[in-house]
């Protein structure tokens, strides 16, 4: 059974920085694609980044690109997401996804993901 771990979170002031990552096991490296998703109190679940398998494709939401960087070591099977210059409207639970592809793209949709972790908090505070 696929697991995926996220690491990292925790509380921090404004303008500060934490990096998470998502271990993952029981899934080939440099076989799936990998996500990032918050979800804040009372909203939905929303798409923050992703990268594609081999790390090389990337993309980001609007309301954190610029400040957050998603990247992967696959030889350690995790990825990671480098937060910079946090908000408090930054503030939610983060979870990883992720899901085996043949394609070196990355994916934006939250339904395509089949793998997802148990989620960190991170915490901003003004």
């Known amino acids: 059974q696929v697991q995926l771990v996220e690491s990292g979170g925790g509380l921090v002031q404004a303008g500060g920085s934490l990096r998470l990552s998502c271990a993952a096991s029981?899934?080939?490296?440099?076989?799936?694609?990998m996500g990032w998703f918050r979800q804040a109190p009372g909203k939905d679940r929303e798409f923050v980044a992703a990268?594609?398998?081999?790390?090389?494709?990337?993309n980001y939401a609007d309301s954190v690109k610029g400040r957050f960087t998603i990247s992967r070591d696959n030889a350690k099977s995790t990825g990671y997401l480098q937060m910079n210059s946090l908000k408090p409207q930054d503030t939610a639970v983060y979870y990883c996804?992720?899901?085996?592809?043949?394609?070196?793209?990355?994916?934006?949709?939250?339904?395509?993901?089949?793998?997802w972790g148990q989620g960190t908090q991170v915490t901003v505070s003004s």
């Open positions: 996804a992720a899901r085996p592809t043949s394609t070196d793209r990355y994916y934006e949709l939250l339904s395509w993901y089949i793998y």
């Open positions: 029981r899934i080939a490296s440099s076989s799936f694609a």
């Open positions: 990268i594609s398998r081999s790390g090389v494709n990337t």
